[in-house]
């Protein structure tokens, strides 16, 4: 079993690297959206302080639900899917795998180039280190959330613009507690807590969220 | 009929009718007879909760009248939450057990849902202008509702992407389902994200409610879940002829029916949304049918 | 400020979604029912199972 994950991890990975400039296209996407912000609003360093913790959690959003629907949609639209589920190994292991690769090369560059972010709009320094951890424990929960969205999805023509009605509601906690904490930080208040309730969050959706997704996956293949 | 171990009468009445509505012709017959009770039981009471609320009720202390806009924003608000668990619940019931009439019951009730938190989030703006001076205020209440607004425009949305019925269904319900998992949650963090906002603290209901006032407010309530079962049985009877328009049982009751009174132009083949059409009357009577 | 606009338009709103919410499908099966009696009129042979 553990064979099948890391084969179907490596694939993913593999693939992906060998389309360089697609792997780019989120990390572009989360610095255009972001640096739209201060043209949008005006430079006020006060002002951009306040927003950035929600400005960069919403990039990171969008970022993520654009990247989530070539998740599945390549692999469906071949038949490999279909490949996955008549294999006899557990669909959601292989979801798993699916999410991981998604998440290592989507959600990780978002983590490693939030510091940037963060100095260009001008987060206080004590609360950067929060923002990387809120990232770092809630971009796998966009991941696995996403995967089930996508799930329900694939088989759709024009499935990636519903995707993001979808699943944004299911973000709603998650850019709440994350924004809430790095805010906190920001004020010099504990935000342990928050980073806290993101851990459950992630390991509820780890335990949860590969079994929806691949019951999502069955229906949209039947 | 046969002389089987001890089965209560009772518990067997119970099955026997559990089964009979997988049938698609007997649930047809069945809501056509139990709709217009519900209708009629709707009427009567939201006449009666709207007459106390509107025009008996004292007036608040500290609102004035705009608080009568209570009697529809809290009962729909109610609705709007209930709906959603009870579309689960067929939800569930229609992925667990594939069966049909759960899936029509669950993808029914989901606009009815959406109207319900339409409308307590219209009457929610309206009632706040006058009591916090903005037609819109981030407050826990309406930012929930909004949210729950989105997950019933998802779960209707995924539903009509899909060409197969049943399939869209299925993919809706399972969405139905995650969204229930995902509402305390939603609802416990915008709470929290409101009194870490210091939102508006006035609640919207006031402090002490006065039995006077009490009265129209649960008698609404009462009346809206009458709604929300009438128009459900409607909505599965119109759906389940959609897609049975094929079978034997949709032929037979067509022979039946007496001759429609639109004019030839406005006959148009069925379609998913019942988009208004001007018809030549004839709405009263809709609900006195035999069919 | 005068509270019966709010009110009445409030009420109102909610008549107008809640009336349509009610009379959709009843308007929707009665298409239905004639769509099938005109294919019925015009094709008796007709074969939907097309």
């Known amino acids: 079993m553990t064979r099948a994950f890391l084969a179907l991890l490596r694939r993913d990975l593999l693939l992906a690297i060998r389309r360089r400039g697609e792997l780019l296209f989120p990390v572009i996407f989360l610095l255009v959206v972001v640096s739209l912000f201060p043209l949008g ?111 329900l999805t694939v088989s759709l023509r024009r499935g990636g613009q519903l995707l993001s009605l979808l699943v944004f509601p299911l973000y709603v906690p998650v850019l709440i507690i994350a924004t809430g904490g790095i805010m906190a930080a920001a004020d010099g208040l504990p935000y342990g807590p928050f980073l806290g309730l993101l851990l459950a969050g992630l390991i509820t959706s780890v335990t949860l969220a590969p079994f929806a997704a691949a019951a999502a996956l069955k229906i949209s293949l039947s | 009929m046969n002389t089987h171990s001890g089965h209560k009468p009772r518990k067997n009445a119970l099955v026997l009718f559990f089964h009979r509505t997988g049938s698609p012709p007997w649930f047809y017959g069945f809501a056509a007879r139990l709709a217009p009770w519900l209708w009629l039981g709707f009427g009567l009471l939201a006449a009666w909760g709207l007459y106390l609320g509107l025009f008996r009720a004292p007036p608040d202390y500290l609102q004035g009248e705009s608080f009568r806009i209570m009697y529809i924003h809290v009962p729909a608000a109610w609705m709007s939450m209930l709906i959603y668990a009870v579309m689960a619940t067929f939800g569930f019931i229609a992925l667990v057990w594939r069966i049909r009439i759960a899936e029509i019951l669950a993808m029914s009730s989901a606009p009815v849902g959406a109207a319900f938190t339409l409308v307590a989030l219209v009457t929610g703006s309206l009632w706040g202008r006058p009591t916090w001076g903005t037609y ?93 079962a009438a128009n459900l049985l409607d909505r599965a009877r119109a759906m389940l002829l959609e897609q049975d328009l094929r079978k034997g049982w949709a032929q037979k009751l067509i022979a039946r029916q007496p001759t429609s009174e639109l004019p030839l132009s406005e006959q148009q083949g069925s379609e998913q949304q019942g988009s208004e059409q001007p018809g030549t009357g004839q709405h009263g009577s809709e609900h006195g049918e035999q069919v | 400020m005068n509270h019966q606009p709010f009110i009445w338009s409030a009420y109102a709103i909610s008549a107008i979604v809640l009336i349509w919410t009610a009379l959709a499908p009843v308007l929707r099966r009665r298409r239905t029912i004639d769509y099938l009696k005109q294919v019925n009129r015009t094709d008796p042979t007709h074969d939907t199972h097309a």
């Open chain 1, 41 to 151: 609003i005006g430079p006020g360093p006060a002002l951009l302080a306040r927003i950035a913790p929600g400005v960069i959690w919403i990039a990171a959003l969008l970022a993520t639900v654009i990247s989530l629907d070539s998740l599945f949609r390549t692999d469906f639209e071949d038949g490999s899917i279909e490949q996955f589920v008549l294999s006899g190994h557990p669909v959601s292991l292989l979801v798993m795998a699916k999410v991981l690769a998604h998440w290592l090369l989507a959600g990780l560059p978002i983590v490693a180039l939030s510091p940037l972010l963060a100095i260009w709009l001008n987060l206080p320094a004590s609360s950067v280190s929060v923002l990387v951890a809120s990232l770092a424990l809630g971009t796998p929960i966009l991941s696995l959330l996403g995967a089930i969205g996508v799930g």
């Open chain 2, 136 to 228: 819109w205020v981030w407050d826990a209440r309406l930012t929930s509702e909004l949210v729950l607004l989105f997950l019933y425009l998802g779960v209707i949305g995924l539903y009509s992407a899909f060409d197969e019925p049943r399939k869209a269904a299925r993919a809706a319900c399972l969405l139905a389902l995650v969204g229930l998992v995902n509402l305390p949650i939603i609802h416990f963090s915008v709470k929290w994200w409101n009194t870490l906002h210091q939102g508006s603290s006035i609640g919207v209901t006031g402090s002490n409610i006065h039995p006077s006032m009490l009265w129209p407010l649960l008698i609404m309530a009462i009346a809206t879940k009458l709604f929300y």
